[in-house]
């Protein structure tokens, strides 16, 4: 991970020490200090977890509070219950509080809620005072994704509205394990449709009434360096990390997955005037401070919390769609390479004010497909797409739309694909005695093969012991003057060629030539055809290798009628003549 260590970061070294003796950040006393932390999936991530937890002590070892949004444990099991508190316990700050709440993988033990008594959760819906700021927690009594009933919103907000009575200009901390659907990164219902509350609606509802609530969830393990890590619209929302594994991705979940070393959480300072959320990375030999710090800004009147003022508002972060550069679309793409049914487009990467997190992509009108991108890594200059099933011999149309972190888009790219033509080749021997193969480029095709327009093949006949080539045809001609045991078909352009070689017997009286039984006519308006062997393949094409018919003999004649005048070339599976349709 390409680390972004803002000025903000690097400033504070040179500032006051708190009364506690620890180096202040913001340059004054917090009024209260706190982990914010999610998904440690004791079970699988015992050893990560409690050098989490041995991180936040270096960075405040005098922290007040220490939040987790659920996924605790791996299975929900007693065992790792307590596995969970005897690491806790052994590496919290002193005189420190938690407030934890469940998530969906406690519920995997199947345990009843009194399992988690010893770590302080007692009911589906809670509240806790620490100097004075309180912290709600909630968790759906009727399963992972029932939403909370009527009753638990009922005391939800009763404990928020109590807060608020008492100081409307101090937050208030909500702890739940799922976010509200399609706020921060990861909570979009495509990448999980049946993850996220519900009922979302209904706590919606409750938390637009208090700019006062600063929510923490769980259960998206998403990288912070998302601009939707933090969403404020009528109250804040901020996903938090993991310390089992971090997943990204747009259209499908973890496309592409960040590295496994990750671990990241945050670590909060409440002032008077503010709240600062640092976002850190602890996988490292160090805890390292990622991105800058969200700043929730407070009233030092006394007033109540004013939205008005929050910095992280979809419309105060993402002022503009996402753009290619400027100019025409052929200007902002190329094709380095392609076949008759693959291309590799490379197009310039769009901008945008926020950060770009994926390309929409149809071809020729097809189903939209995605490239998910690593928005936590620097943006590439340009971008590979590579393409396969285009249609034969058909200009293609790919139109590219990027599209940014909160889901804006952007004017599209529109790519032309000129086609890599393809002609049919087929050959094959006139009544045995030998054999006949084709190579293009060195390369040995067979019969029926499609062969890029412009190119050569090189047809090699082999005639059997006591015979030799008596004739070359092309689409039902003779090749004159040609009877050697090679042929090239040159700068091929026809949409069909057929090529048959025939072969003879040689004695010592003489050369006796094989009679072709195949025999074409026109007569009465009709084509017909005699000398067909049953069971064989009888085509018909125009002169220009068009199809024109098609169809198994089932006896040794057929008679056939033709759409229009012209010449044909009537071909078996050993045999081929033309005829002229006038």
């Excluded at 094959?428 to 093969?449: E, F, P």
């Excluded at 047809?459 to 004159?480: H, M």
């Amino acid at each position: 991970m390409k680390r972004i260590i803002s000025l903000f970061w690097v400033v504070c070294i040179a500032l006051p020490i708190s009364a506690d003796g620890r180096e202040s950040q913001e340059g004054g006393r917090p009024l209260l200090t706190f982990p914010a932390m999610s998904d440690s999936h004791v079970g699988v991530s015992d050893a990560r977890f409690e050098q989490d937890l041995q991180r936040f002590l270096t960075i405040n070892p005098n922290y007040d509070v220490i939040t987790n949004s659920g996924d605790l444990t791996e299975n929900g099991t007693a065992a790792e219950i307590a596995s969970f508190k005897r690491i806790l316990d052994a590496n919290i700050a002193p005189g420190a509080v938690s407030v934890l709440t469940i998530g969906n993988h406690e519920t995997l033990g199947g345990l009843p809620l009194s399992s988690f008594s010893s770590l302080g959760i007692d009911d589906f819906v809670e509240t806790k005072e620490v100097k004075g700021y309180t912290f709600v927690t909630y968790r759906p009594s009727g399963g992972n994704f029932a939403g909370l009933t009527p009753a638990e919103l009922k005391t939800l907000e009763a404990y928020i509205k109590s807060s608020v009575d008492k100081d409307p200009s101090r937050p208030v901390f909500v702890i739940t394990h799922f976010p509200l659907e399609n706020t921060v990164a990861g909570s979009e219902t495509r990448l999980d449709p049946d993850a996220y509350h519900r009922r979302s609606g209904d706590l919606m509802a409750i938390f637009d009434k208090y700019p006062q609530v600063i929510l923490f969830s769980g259960h998206l393990h998403f990288p912070f360096l998302h601009p939707r890590s933090i969403y404020q619209t009528n109250f804040t929302m901020i996903g938090t990390g993991s310390s089992k594994q971090m997943y990204s991705g747009y259209s499908t979940m973890n496309n592409p997955a960040p590295p496994s070393s990750w671990r990241q959480h945050y670590y909060v300072e409440v002032y008077e005037d503010k709240v600062v959320v640092y976002p850190y990375e602890l996988g490292g030999t160090t805890p390292e401070p990622i991105g800058d710090p969200y700043i929730i800004d407070l009233p030092k009147d006394g007033s109540a919390i004013n939205p008005a003022n929050f910095r992280y508002t979809p419309a105060k972060r993402d002022m503009a769609a996402p753009s290619f550069p400027a100019g025409a679309d052929e200007d902002n793409y190329s094709i380095p390479s392609k076949t008759s049914t693959t291309a590799s487009i490379e197009f310039n990467s769009a901008t945008d004010d926020t950060k770009l997190v994926a390309y929409r992509y149809t071809l020729n009108g097809g189903a939209p497909k995605y490239i998910d991108l690593p928005f936590w890594e620097s943006p590439t200059p340009t971008r590979r797409l590579n393409l396969s099933g285009l249609p034969v011999n058909t200009v293609s149309t790919v139109i590219i739309t990027p599209i940014d972190a909160y889901e804006k888009e952007g004017a599209p790219l529109t790519v032309m694909i000129e086609p890599v033509r393809v002609r049919t080749v087929t050959f094959s021997v006139v009544n045995g005695n030998g054999s006949l193969t084709a190579t293009v480029d060195g390369r040995t095709i067979t019969s029926g093969s499609q062969i890029e327009e412009g190119k050569s093949v090189v047809f090699t006949a082999t005639p059997n012991s006591g015979y030799r080539i008596k004739t070359w045809k092309l689409n039902g001609d003779e090749i004159a003057n040609h009877t050697a045991n090679s042929y090239t078909l040159e700068n091929i352009s026809a949409v069909v060629s057929i090529i048959l070689v025939e072969f003879e017997t040689v004695t010592s009286s003489g050369e006796l030539s094989q009679p072709n039984p195949l025999h074409a006519w026109i007569q009465d308006g009709l084509l017909r055809v005699t000398g067909l062997t049953p069971g064989e393949t009888l085509s018909v094409y125009t002169i220009t290798g068009v199809p024109e018919y098609r169809s198994i003999a089932v006896s040794n004649e057929k008679n056939i009628k033709l759409k229009a005048p012209g010449v044909y070339i009537v071909h078996s599976e050993s045999n081929s003549i033309k005829v002229t349709f006038e």
